[in-house]
């Protein structure tokens, strides 16, 4: 069951407030901590939720899968982090939850460009 590994995966990274990669069917890109998901047995599964407070944010380009972030909300460091700009996502929108290592992320340069949240181009 699928379901049951996402769940396990998601709590694991909730209580030792790792950092998440949510990789979306759209190929949108959020990393960040996850706030919240829903583990209730009487909402469909297309209409349970996952809530991520982002620190970066994306999209894989459509040929390679490779990873462009975009935005980079501040003040967001820390699982700690005011949750002023949650994203809400529907579990049936997800296509890959992985921990987000940053160190590992520099290492294989995948972050072509960062801009602050907010700013223009």
Not at 43 to 48: A, H, L, P, R, T
């Amino acid at each position: 069951m699928p379901e049951v590994r996402l769940y396990e995966r998601i709590n694991d990274m909730i209580l030792y407030a790792e950092p998440a990669m949510v990789t979306l069917s759209n190929d949108k890109v959020y990393i960040g901590f996850i706030r919240y998901y829903d583990v209730t047995n009487w909402i469909d599964y297309n209409e349970k939720i996952v809530v991520i407070t982002p620190i970066l944010s994306g999209y894989r380009k459509a040929d390679t899968k490779e990873l462009v972030l975009t935005t980079e909300y501040p003040g967001k460091e820390t699982s700690t982090a005011s949750p002023t700009e949650d994203v809400i996502i529907f579990l049936r929108d997800i296509i890959t939850v992985t921990t987000y290592n940053e160190d590992l992320a520099n290492h294989f340069e995948i972050i072509e460009k960062k801009e602050p949240c907010g700013s223009s181009v």
